[in-house]
């Protein structure tokens, strides 16, 4: 690899890439850039933020390359590392995933339930497109995706890519070990030791240690039995209300296995009735995201482009942005640091699924990834991962062979759902909505 390195992000209209570039910028004494592409497929909202960014770079990195694109062959030319961070069908399609199950019953989630499933079935091609456009002009680089369900996505990579250079993340562990750090007076994750667990969204911490050893579960359980999460201070991320419950119902989440530390989209699995309850179908998370953070990424990008600069702009660095130029600065510069990945379980938990892909820790370097097994799992968190394991993989199944049974399948094999009624009525209605998205089932 040049020891200068391009970088394109796919899904350059995302709210994300401005804190990503920022991220990139404060990071170049430790992971020099000489070029920064943006890639989308909706030119419109990608010039937005990209028209932005072009004024920042000039101003602060001239030296840097920059452009933005909507053709595949110029953005993933000559690249090192693609990060990705797509929403096939965007906000709009969000609002349907959320909202449509309600209608039957449901909680309606981004990346749990019905709308996680909608949602995978929406992401899978668009994903694949971006590895295969990857391969074509950039063949050694590496992918690092964030785009959602990473638990779907990870295992139709699995399933349809498997010898592609691709890892899949997530920010919300690292946005609780910030939590956690928060909580025993260190400051960054990486001043933690760490051992976890799971599928993506669906996991637990079994050892939090510090550097020099020092068991730091004790203080973190006894926080997290009263608060959840809600008072140790994040990364910047998650701050609006609702996110305030989720980290607050994490205390009840812990009860059902005081030995580990949850991941707080357990919630979800755990206490439906608790989320439903606490659901205003007019107004779910995806109006909350329009309001805040779209709103507020969008117009400080408008402000700078009609104003010809940035000079009195300052990008808020959180952990999202923090997490994957770390990540890709480990396989650059070979850091060997610790981050958890969602890969091939393949023995790492040897009482699970050896096909399944599961998030556990491993150590990052020039070769890609080590993982770091995690022994055996207890019997309520292996029958949990077993069934939403089989959800996912019937999904990425359905997608694969157009299979309109598989689906069904998949829905009434999810714990979200009460009943194989409930499911086809949910099926039919995803399906009407998602048309323009979804292969046809038969
Ligand atoms: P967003 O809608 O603002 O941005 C997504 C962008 O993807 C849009 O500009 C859209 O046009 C583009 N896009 C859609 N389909 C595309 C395709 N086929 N090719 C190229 N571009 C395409 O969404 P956001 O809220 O900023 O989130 C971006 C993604 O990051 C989502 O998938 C979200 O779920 C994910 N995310 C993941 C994590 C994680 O923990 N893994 C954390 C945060 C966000
Ligand atoms: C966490 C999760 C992501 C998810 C995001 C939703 O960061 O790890 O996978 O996409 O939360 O956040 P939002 O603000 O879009 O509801
Ligand atoms: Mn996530």
């Known amino acids: 690899m040049a020891n200068k390195y ?29 070029s920064i592409k943006l890639y989308d497929n909706d030119e419109d909202r990608q010039a937005k933020i990209g028209g932005a960014m072009e004024i920042i770079l000039k101003e602060r990195h001239p030296e840097i390359d920059f452009l933005y694109t909507t053709d595949p062959k110029e953005g993933f030319t000559d690249v090192d590392f693609v990060l990705a961070q797509l929403r096939v069908g965007k906000y709009e399609m969000r609002d349907k995933d959320e909202k449509i199950p309600l209608k039957h019953g449901v909680f309606g989630q981004e990346t749990t339930g019905p709308g996680g499933i909608a949602y995978g079935m929406r992401s899978i ?6 590895i295969d456009y990857m391969e074509k002009y950039s063949p050694d680089a590496w992918m690092l995706n964030y785009s959602n ?64 050893g020092n068991d730091l579960l004790p203080q973190i359980k006894e926080h997290v039995s009263k608060t959840g999460f809600a008072d140790g201070i994040g990364s910047g991320q998650h701050v609006e209300e609702s996110w305030m419950e989720t980290f607050t119902k994490a205390k009840d989440v812990y009860a059902l296995d005081p030995e580990t530390i949850p991941n707080t989209y357990l919630k979800y699995y755990f206490y439906p009735d608790f989320v439903l309850e606490h ?65 091939p379980n393949d023995g790492a938990v040897p009482n699970f699924d050896p096909t399944a892909m599961v998030e556990i820790p491993c150590l990052v370097g020039k070769d890609g990834f080590e993982k770091i097994n995690q022994g055996y799992i207890p019997q309520f968190q292996k029958g949990l991962m077993e069934q939403q394991v089989s959800v996912e993989k019937l999904v990425v199944e359905a997608w694969i062979e157009h299979s309109y049974l598989k689906l069904w399948q998949a829905l009434t094999l999810s714990s979200t759902v009460p009943s194989a009624k409930v499911a086809k009525a949910i099926l039919d209605d995803l399906i009407e909505a998602n048309k323009e998205y979804w292969p046809e089932l038969n």
């Open 6 to 34: 391009s970088i394109v992000i796919a899904g350059g209209g995302s709210t994300f890439t401005p804190g990503i570039i920022g991220m990139l910028l404060d990071n170049l004494d430790k992971f020099p850039i000489r």
């Open 125 to 130: 091609g668009g994903v694949l497109e971006i």
């Open 149 to 212: 369900p990473a638990a779907i996505v990870a295992e139709a990579t699995r399933r349809l890519r498997p010898d592609s250079k691709v890892i899949n993340i997530c920010d919300m562990p690292i946005d609780l070990m910030y939590k956690m750090a928060d909580m025993v007076g260190l400051k960054e994750w990486q001043e933690l030791d760490f051992s976890y667990y799971g599928l993506n969204h669906f996991g637990w911490f079994t050892a939090i240690n510090d550097k020099e």
């Open 279 to 343: 659901t205003d179908p007019e107004h779910t998370r995806v109006d909350e995201v329009r309001e805040h953070r779209e709103k507020d990424v969008f117009s400080m990008c408008q402000k700078i482009i009609e104003a010809g600069t940035a000079k009195d702009i300052e990008i808020e660095l959180d952990a999202h942005a923090t997490y994957i130029v770390d990540l890709a600065r480990a396989l650059a510069e070979n850091t060997k640091e610790r981050f958890l990945l969602i890969v």
